[in-house]
């Protein structure tokens, strides 16, 4: 069982134990080879190695704030920053036998390869000086049909040739990639999972009616409504996105049934992506309150 658990580990989690900033073969590996760029989608140059082997970032400051923590640092302070996670390219780790050997025969310094990245550098930085000031979070815009980031923005930003300055002040969070580290609330879009566990597990939905009187009263707590919406069938409530209604089908459904639903539709799971990290998400199923329960069939209260 160890050994198949090991086999396990090694085959869905070696890439990431291969780059950790503390692996002890990055910084040697750092030492003897020649790091690849990295560049954006239109090949401007975001990270390269000089002819002295020290590690450079793009010339204009806006730049390497706006894509920091995509392309990360040198030091690995944002292990999930390409210049980490994807060292074991950077390096040449994954260069075949044949090109090594080429490289040793000439006499020429290892090279790692380039990695050019889906996210535009100029979008990047457009996004950056349309942030509010002095605001937190993140913006992230996809191509939907083909998966590919167009920028992954994460405020406050940090810049990589003066790290020292984010750790000074680690309370900002300039490290952490709000995009795919930052877990928050989903609010109503979770309503999709609570319908989704209600028309699976409840009978007699096609009869369901509630009088929404923009209040609902569970426990010592009540869930609210902005206004109320007065009688209306389930899939009224859910055009309206009405919270009292969804409060009341999680009473019906509890912990166990929408847990499990939630869980199903990908809520707790670790996505194994191979070129970025993402955060677990988070349903509790531990059986705690029927307020606490009300407030998660709405995306509140610990569901993140």
């Given amino acids: 069982a160890m050994v198949a658990y090991f086999c396990y580990s090694v085959y869905f989690y070696g890439g990431r134990w291969v780059t950790n900033a ?24 975001l990270a390269y190695t000089d002819s002295v082997g020290e590690r450079r970032y793009h010339s204009s400051k806006e730049t390497r704030m706006a894509v920091s923590q995509v ?43 380039d990695i050019q990245l889906t996210i535009s550098e100029r979008l990047s930085r457009y996004i950056s000086e349309c942030f509010p000031e002095g605001k ?36 900002a969070g300039a490290l952490i990639n709000r995009a795919t580290q930052g877990l928050y609330p989903p609010g109503s879009t979770f309503k999709i999972v609570t319908l989704a566990s209600a028309l699976q597990n ?61 869980q199903r539709m990908g809520f707790n799971f670790n996505f194994l992506f191979d070129d970025l990290i993402v955060y677990n998400s988070s349903y509790p199923i531990d059986n705690l309150s029927a307020e606490d329960l009300a407030w998660s069939s709405i995306g509140q209260g610990r569901v993140l």
């Fill in 71 to 113: 392309v990360g640092d040198n030091g690995g302070k944002v292990s999930t920053g390409v210049d980490t996670f994807h060292a074991q390219y950077l390096l040449g780790f994954k260069a075949s036998v044949t090109e090594r050997l080429m490289d040793a025969f000439a006499g020429a310094p290892q090279r790692g390869d």
């Fill in 136 to 171: 937190r979070g993140a913006v992230v815009v996809m191509n939907y049909k083909t998966g590919e980031i167009l920028a992954m923005v994460s405020m406050p930003q940090f810049d990589p040739v003066n790290v020292s300055a984010a750790l000074a002040d680690e309370s």
């Fill in 202 to 262: 409840l009978p007699d939905l096609d009869d369901f009616a509630l009088d929404c009187t923009g209040y609902y009263s569970v426990g010592n707590y009540a869930v609210t409504e902005k206004e109320a919406h007065g009688p209306q069938t389930l899939s009224q409530a859910f055009a309206n996105s009405c919270n009292t209604t969804f409060a009341a089908l999680s009473q019906d459904l509890g912990y166990e049934m929408l847990g499990d639903t939630a």
């Fill in 22 to 45: 503390y692996n002890p073969r990055i910084a040697s590996g750092k030492q003897s080879v020649i790091m690849g760029k990295v560049t954006d989608r239109d090949g401007t140059v």
